[in-house]
């Protein structure tokens, strides 16, 4: 019999080792999946991992690639710091998408000016409208002890609410014939996410995505709030006695990925996806979660997750036009990698084991002194 035995400490091996073991493991299962569904199995696992590189198509894919995980490196970065300390907030698609209200807010409530104040201005606000959101929680959480995780998705809801009302009321396109949406901002110069390379499509998302990552790595390994954050996921009560305080750690945590993923929101809305719409939200908060925990919420990680999760979008893009794979099937595949990480990521606190069949005790009657 196959048993679990707690492990003295948990195996950094196996810490490191896991995701690969994931991705594998979801590229077998996925590769079955696709088999039932009539498709060739390696033609799509190449389609989707291989082409979006290396394909006939590469020159135009490699850059899309930086653009689609930008904003997932962005989101699961800020994520991190909370998943470190133990602060669960799955409401980064809420605040997402209000960084993208705010920051279009601020550009259109100024249009028609040429100004080039007005970018920068629109970043600022993005960012400050995903912190205020992620703040509803944190300050519910603080003052009346509520649920974190609870609170941060359903203002997802109100959010996507939120979205479809500015669309089609105070944001949307007065020279639209009535069209749900917002002007097309990627094209108005004041404010346009301006692109690094011309004709490729980057944009200053990508750059801030990089210098997520490198900030975050040097906030969490040399600075002081890293260490508080580290602590309080690791050891909360050493925590508490270090003098770390809970209440200020909740506020931080949230307000830095509130504030990355209204950043995410605001680059995307000024850059690929160009103006405010009923269907702005992608799911981008979401998806960060299961960057966040493939990179093992360390930054270098989410950077090398989040490049391979846009690769699998893009991937899955190319096998639904050029295989007709069905959407669905490209959404369960992502969802696997998440699967297939917590299921292996057991190995890391626990082994196995095999244990024997316990021996079997044969009783056997003892006689009765004086019997005959």
């Given at each position: ?273 160009g103006q405010i719409g009923i269907d702005f939200g992608v799911g981008y908060g ?51 990698l998440l699967f297939f990480l917590l299921a292996m990521d057991v190995l890391t ?24």
């Amino acid at each position: 019999m196959i048993i679990l035995e707690k492990r003295p400490n948990p195996s950094r091996a196996w810490a490191l080792a896991t995701p690969v073991l994931a991705v594998l493991a979801t590229m077998i299962v996925g590769g079955l999946l696709f088999a039932m569904l009539g498709k060739d199995p390696v033609l799509t696992i190449r389609t989707i991992f291989w082409d979006p590189l290396f394909g006939p198509f590469g020159s135009y894919t490699r850059p899309q690639l930086l653009i689609k995980a930008g904003p997932l490196i962005l989101i699961a970065t800020g994520l991190s710091f909370g998943f470190r300390a133990g602060i669960w907030n799955i409401g980064a698609e809420g605040q997402y998408i209000l960084g993208a209200l705010t920051g279009a807010a601020a550009g259109l409530a100024l249009y028609p000016s040429e100004s080039r104040l007005i970018f920068p201005l629109m970043v600022a606000a993005g960012a400050l409208g995903g912190m205020a959101w992620a703040l509803i929680p944190a300050l519910l959480k603080v003052r009346f002890g509520t649920n974190e995780i609870l609170v941060s998705l359903m203002l997802v809801y109100v959010a996507t609410n939120l979205l479809a009302y500015a669309a089609l009321g105070p944001l949307q396109n007065p020279e639209g014939m009535g069209f749900p949406g917002s002007r097309n901002l990627s094209q108005w110069p004041s404010s346009a996410n301006l692109e690094l390379l011309t004709g490729t499509g980057l944009h200053w998302g990508v750059v801030a995505a990089g210098v997520a990552v490198v900030g975050a790595y040097v906030l969490l390994a040399r600075h002081a709030f890293g260490f508080a954050v580290r602590l309080a996921g690791q050891a909360p009560r050493a925590a508490a006695f270090a003098g770390v305080s809970p209440s200020r750690l909740v506020l931080a945590c949230m307000a830095i990925s509130g504030g990355l993923a209204g950043l995410a929101g605001v680059f995307e809305v000024t850059g690929p996806a160009g103006q405010i719409g009923i269907d702005f939200g992608v799911g981008y908060g979401f998806t960060a979660i299961i960057v966040a925990f493939l990179g093992r919420l360390h930054p270098l990680g989410i950077l090398l997750a989040g490049l391979l999760m846009a690769l699998t979008y893009i991937g899955g893009e190319m096998a639904q036009t050029q295989l007709g794979l069905p959407g669905a099937a490209v959404q369960l595949f992502q969802g696997m990698l998440l699967f297939f990480l917590l299921a292996m990521d057991v190995l890391t606190q626990f082994r196995l084991r095999w244990k024997g069949a316990s021996p079997v005790i044969v009783a056997t009657a003892k006689p009765v002194e004086g019997a005959r």
